[in-house]
């Protein structure tokens, strides 16, 4: 089956003459190839606290940006390996957070069962969407339409409940407290396990059949669906296991900082970004979301004194990269570089 698969997806990219929005690359087929970038990307996040460890508002940025890695790398399996652009990430992530805090305060169940039901909320939510945007054919613009009006309606949604959500004041939320979840080194070394679990999934997602079939659809739905690719069946894989990873993340943040409100998962606070990152970092890469990250992280600071005309700059962003870099400003430099580079050592192997 996983050989069927290859052949049809190696066609599939043929016939489509390059993803139009990321890159049909196949995975390392060794382990040590497949997995060793991810060790080296987990040991270089560990050293972080190294330098500013000592620094509760430093760590509490360092924190901040990996959330929305993690963010990153479940938006990164629903749009950049199936060509779903949901536009809720920051909804999908707030459904999480605000259900492990009510389960846990107001229902007083245990932590790890109110992250356990969060995090199903969530997968069974956006398993929905794509459900939905499959069954009415929804290309990739009629999706983020569908998906946009569902964070719309969640933001509502959390305005109403306010006996539950807290409303416009939002939710302090007291499990976790007096735990490793509120020290800042502690929490960020949690979020940097969280991210390279999900890399580790998404890996190997990659390396599977469910990676074959990812990669064929998002290249061409057509001819994958010629080749006997299911297209609704993976794209809902991709919308369960992307929304699961971004409830759970909104759920553990919701514990580690304390404190949730309508403003910390807004579409602009958080959908905007995480495009960003992906848009910079390569959509449907492995490291597209730990680069774009990185590289937000000081963005976002060097602008924090314009306020929200950040957000304005971040959309001129996002339109310049995916006109003028489709599959990411990264892998388009690393494009670039590859014949020189390959020139360089051609010309010293005649020089020698």
Not at 282 to 306: C, N, R
Request: aromatic letters at 12%.
């Amino acid at each position: 089956m996983g050989g069927r698969l290859k052949v049809e997806s190696d066609a599939v990219a043929e016939e489509s003459h390059g993803a139009p929005l990321g890159v049909s690359t196949q995975p390392p087929t060794s382990v040590m190839s497949a997995f060793w970038p991810i060790a080296l990307a987990a040991a270089l996040l560990s050293a972080v606290p190294l330098w500013l460890g000592d620094s509760r508002l430093m760590m509490g940025l360092a924190i901040d940006a990996l959330v929305f890695g993690a963010y990153a790398v479940g938006f990164n399996l629903i749009f950049g390996s199936t060509n779903q652009l949901f536009l809720c990430v920051g909804a999908l992530a707030g459904t999480g957070g605000y259900a492990a805090a009510i389960f846990s305060d107001k229902v007083e169940l245990p932590m790890g069962v109110a992250l356990v039901l969060a995090t199903a909320i969530a997968s069974a939510l956006g398993g929905l969407l794509s459900w939905v945007a499959v069954r009415r054919s929804l290309d990739v613009i009629f999706t983020g339409i569908v998906t946009l009006a569902f964070s719309l309606s969640f933001h509502n949604l959390l305005l109403g409940q306010r006996e539950l959500t807290g409303g416009e004041t939002g939710f302090i939320v007291s499990t976790g407290s007096g735990t490793f979840l509120r020290d800042r080194v502690s929490a960020y070394y949690l979020f940097v396990g969280l991210i390279v679990v999900f890399l580790i999934v998404f890996r190997m997602l990659q390396r599977s059949h469910v990676g074959w079939a990812f990669r064929a659809l998002r290249d061409n739905e057509l001819a994958a669906e010629l080749t006997g690719v299911s297209v609704a069946r993976y794209r809902i894989y991709a919308g369960l296991i992307g929304s699961a990873m971004l409830g759970l993340a909104g759920a553990v943040y919701a514990f580690s900082d304390g404190f949730i409100g309508p403003s910390t998962f807004a579409f602009g606070h958080v959908d905007v970004r995480v495009l960003v990152m992906l848009a910079f970092g390569g959509l449907g890469t492995l490291f597209g979301p730990v680069v774009g990250t990185v590289v937000f992280a000081v963005l976002d600071e060097l602008l924090i004194d314009f306020g929200q005309l950040r957000t304005v700059f971040y959309g001129f962003l996002i339109i310049g990269l995916f006109l003028g870099f489709k599959r990411g400003a990264v892998p388009a430099v690393v494009d670039f570089l590859r014949p020189l580079l390959r020139r360089a050592g051609r010309w010293r192997t005649r020089s020698s």
